[in-house]
């Protein structure tokens, strides 16, 4: 009987040491679908809105201009420059050209006032 009790002993203290093992481990979680994150939308602004907001910040531009003693006016005197001049700057204040592209494209009509279009590109990116 004591050669017979051995290896049923041993086989259930196996089985018994099989059993804890897979009840201390988890079983996987179901995954669940990340919903997508969605980032609300600016209010979208009406073309007059845009155009006052960009008006407003080119003043506050030229405010800045007039207080540095460093910044030498853009000559501006054709309507033609006066054009390019608005169209590059409501382009870089709308996020349509980087802040790079716009000193760059300053730079071809103006290539000695690099500090001028970076004045003027600080001032139109400010939050404030």
């Known amino acids: 009987?004591?050669?017979?009790?051995?290896?049923?002993?041993?086989?259930?203290?196996?089985?018994?040491?099989?059993?804890?093992?897979?009840?201390?481990?988890?079983?996987?979680?179901?995954?669940?679908?990340?919903?997508?994150?969605?980032?609300?939308?600016?209010?979208?602004?009406?073309?007059?809105?845009?155009?006052?907001?960009?008006?407003?910040?080119?003043?506050?531009?030229?405010?800045?201009?007039?207080?540095?003693?460093?910044?030498?006016?853009?000559d501006l005197s054709t309507p033609e420059l006066k054009n390019w001049f608005t169209d590059i700057t409501y382009k870089l204040w709308d996020g349509q050209i980087s802040r790079g592209q716009f000193i760059a494209l300053g730079l071809e009509k103006y290539p000695d006032r690099a500090y001028e279009f970076e004045v003027i590109a600080n001032g139109l990116l400010s939050k404030s």
Not at 17 to 40: L, Y
Not at 42 to 64: D, F, I, L, N, R
Request: some cysteine; aromatic content about 6%.
């Open 1 to 74: 009987m004591t050669i017979k009790m051995r290896p049923l002993f041993i086989a259930t203290l196996v089985a018994a040491a099989s059993f804890s093992f897979t009840a201390c481990t988890k079983s996987p979680k179901p995954r669940v679908p990340e919903q997508s994150k969605q980032v609300p939308e600016k209010p979208q602004m009406s073309q007059e809105e845009k155009q006052a907001a960009y008006k407003g910040t080119m003043k506050k531009v030229g405010a800045e201009i007039k207080r540095d003693a460093n910044y030498k006016r853009l």
